[in-house]
């Protein structure tokens, strides 16, 4: 291969560029980004940035001395507009091309919106343009603020807008949130952190819509009740970035299908990251973006799928004080068991937890409030237990 | 020199946190040996004296950098930068640590 493009300079773009690099590719590597920014972290932006404990150097993915090392041409502030038919061609905005033999797929996902979001002081929260616009606002003195959506990101904002004194309501059209992520019994765990935190939550409800002209003044729930708002922040999911994938030869459902190799259907490229759907899921986690590329250039180097890439999901979640952390494949009907520390009311007591996720006598999943060090022991433990199940399962 | 605690409650394989400013983590490793480094990590916050120790590494419970507790260099990403380690001794069973700064060494 001459030339491999990355298109997404966020974080799977970066690894994947830099697996590109340590795996002895030298030929000619082309990074294309939409954003203008050099690739910068997401997780602060909801939570250290957003509170303005971290600035925007502190989110910086690399430096000037990597960069140099990457040896890489950054095309930032240019959009990918398509890719051809036979993979070997992508199309940038303006009309420009870029003739390539491989091309790794990292464009990521985007906040889902909500109609009429058009509305001064409405806001979401993906991207450091986002957060920049957010904080600025955040900076006016106390306000009222409405979050839409109880994920994670919701959450964490929410948690980070209360502890700058603002007066906080978080919606969620389900009876609870996280259920999907955590189970029933720890979404109750982790919603009652809200309570704890000083903030509203109310759920089982959707959103109607948005109130205000030019400014929003409100949101309106679906039972006719409206809750007074300065800001509203719609925390609503987010969507992978597909679209300008369409036309081309790529299978798109809910992000870009792949073999458990992230290799698409054509083998000179793959895809990464939040936009991956790889061996049948998608996952939008850090720790997943940054395992991925791994295997990912390994494979196209190969022109074929020579490895496989299921590392056993994890991810973490700062809110309220509390450092949630997540690993393993849960399922519906797991037993849940607190092994280590207690709850309080419902809640996470002083000391935080530990839960094992159970089924048929053996550990699924593994859920921790500030009990890092049994955590991992356990993580280890599930994905040494995955490395040995999975080879005999191919 | 900053007195951290009996050797004998450093069991082998362990860690402790000794809460200075800013905080400083000691180590006792599988072979016996004592180290001590910054224990903040330097991608984020995380607490590495809270981290799995294998050898003379420890990775960080967090985002899985690893560093060399001999030298503070990360062995892997996200971390990119160096933790301070600080030179440990045993004074009559007790376990000190020697902070760099007092002893005017950069790492
Ligand atoms: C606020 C926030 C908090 C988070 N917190 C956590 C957390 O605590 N724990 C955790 O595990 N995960 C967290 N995540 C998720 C994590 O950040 C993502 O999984 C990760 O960013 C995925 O990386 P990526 O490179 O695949 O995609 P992205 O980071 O989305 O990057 C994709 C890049 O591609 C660009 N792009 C898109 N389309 C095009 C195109 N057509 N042409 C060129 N460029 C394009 C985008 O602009 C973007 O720069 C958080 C995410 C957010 C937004
Ligand atoms: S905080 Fe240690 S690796 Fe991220």
């Given amino acids: 291969m001459r030339t491999v493009t990355v298109v997404g300079a966020s974080l799977s773009g970066l690894y994947a560029a830099r697996e590109l690099r340590a795996q002895g590719f030298d030929g000619r590597l082309v990074i294309v980004g939409d954003e203008r920014h050099r690739p910068y972290d997401r997780p602060p932006l909801s939570k250290d940035f957003l509170t303005g404990r971290a600035d925007e150097e502190q989110l910086a993915l690399t430096d000037a001395e990597e960069t140099a090392e990457l040896d890489a ?67 006016r003195g106390p306000q009222r603020i409405v979050v839409i959506g109880g994920g994670f990101i919701g959450a964490e904002t929410a948690s980070s807008c209360a502890g700058l004194g603002h007066t906080v309501t978080v919606v969620e059209a389900a009876p609870l949130p996280l259920v999907p992520q955590l189970g029933a019994e720890m979404a109750a765990v982790c919603a009652a952190l809200h309570r704890r935190g000083g903030v509203d939550l109310v759920t089982g409800i959707g959103v109607a819509g948005l109130r205000g002209t030019v400014t929003v003044t409100g949101v309106e729930l679906a039972d006719g009740r409206v809750l007074p708002a300065d800001i509203v922040i719609v925390g609503i999911g987010a969507l992978p970035n597909t679209a300008w994938l369409a036309g081309s030869a790529l299978t798109l459902h809910d992000g870009v299908l792949c073999d458990d190799g992230c290799v698409t259907a054509l083998p000179q490229v793959v895809a990464v990251g939040d936009v991956a759907r790889v061996g049948g899921s998608r996952a939008e986690h850090w720790t997943s973006a940054t395992e991925q590329p791994r295997v990912a250039v390994a494979n196209l180097l190969a022109g074929r799928t020579t490895q496989t890439a299921r590392p056993l999901p994890y991810f973490w979640s700062d809110q309220y004080g509390a450092r949630i952390q997540f690993a393993g494949r849960r399922r519906d009907g797991d037993n849940v068991r607190i092994a280590e520390g207690e709850l309080a009311d419902g809640a996470p007591a002083e000391g935080g937890f530990l839960a094992l996720y159970e089924r048929d006598g053996r550990t699924t999943a593994v859920l921790s409030v500030n009990r890092p060090r049994p955590f991992m022991r356990v993580r280890r433990e599930l994905a040494r237990e995955e490395s040995r199940v999975v080879p005999a399962a191919l | 020199m900053i007195p951290v605690c009996r050797l004998e409650d450093l069991p082998e394989g362990e860690s ?3 809460e200075t400013t800013p905080p400083i983590a000691v180590f006792r490793t599988e072979d016996g040996e004592l180290y001590a480094i910054d224990d903040t990590c330097t991608h984020q916050d995380a607490s590495l004296s809270e981290g799995w120790l294998e050898g003379c590494l420890v990775e960080c419970p967090l985002h899985a950098a690893s560093f060399d507790l001999r030298t503070g260099l990360p062995t892997c990403l996200p971390a990119r930068r160096a933790v301070r380690t600080h030179r440990v001794t045993v004074d009559d069973g007790t376990v000190h640590v020697h902070l760099a700064a007092e002893e005017g060494t950069a790492a």
């Fill in chain 1, 73 to 139: 041409e950054w095309l930032l502030g240019t959009r990918a507009r398509g890719l051809d038919a036979r993979g070997r061609t992508v199309l940038l905005d303006g009309g420009r091309t870029v003739s390539t033999d491989g091309v790794v797929i990292a464009t990521g996902a985007s906040a889902r919106r909500l109609p009429g979001d058009g509305l001064a002081g409405v806001h979401t929260l993906r991207t450091l343009d986002d957060a920049r616009a957010l904080r600025e606002e955040l900076g």
């Fill in chain 2, 16 to 18: 402790v946190r000794i």
